[in-house]
């Protein structure tokens, strides 16, 4: 059974980056969509971006396009979300959850079955 582990939250600086991974074990992750969460409190998780299992392309929430990119890499297991131009408003726990039934991924928290723990990203001066 597949089982993912979120690393690479810390605090950051307003315009700083992060570098976000998602370590997969007990399964490969080529059959899997991979989806970036995040939830900040009192508010509904939200999808952030995702690469699909097909041909692994990508989408992004309107919030974060231009400034977060996912990338994958097979070989190792593993999926990164690369933060660029971070904001106040971008802090979350972030989640890394698997998709895996469709070819294409989306944004919807209803279609990940497996999820990661969690890792806290917070952007303050």
């Known amino acids: 059974q597949l089982q993912l582990a979120e690393s690479g939250g810390g605090l950051v600086q307003p315009g700083g980056s992060l570098r976000l991974s998602c370590a997969a074990s007990g399964s490969t992750l080529e059959r899997y969509g991979i989806g970036w969460f995040r939830q900040a409190p009192g508010k509904e998780r939200e999808g952030v971006s995702c690469?699909?299992?097909?041909?692994?392309?990508?989408w992004y929430g309107d919030s974060v396009k231009g400034r977060f990119t996912i990338s994958r890499d097979l070989a190792n297991n593993m999926v990164y979300l690369q933060m660029r131009s971070l904001q106040p408003e971008d802090t979350a726990v972030y989640y890394c959850a698997a998709d895996p039934l469709r070819d294409f991924c989306s944004g919807y928290v209803y279609e990940y079955y497996e999820w990661g723990q969690g890792t806290q990203v917070t952007v303050s001066s």
């Open positions: 690469i699909s299992s097909y041909d692994g392309s990508t």
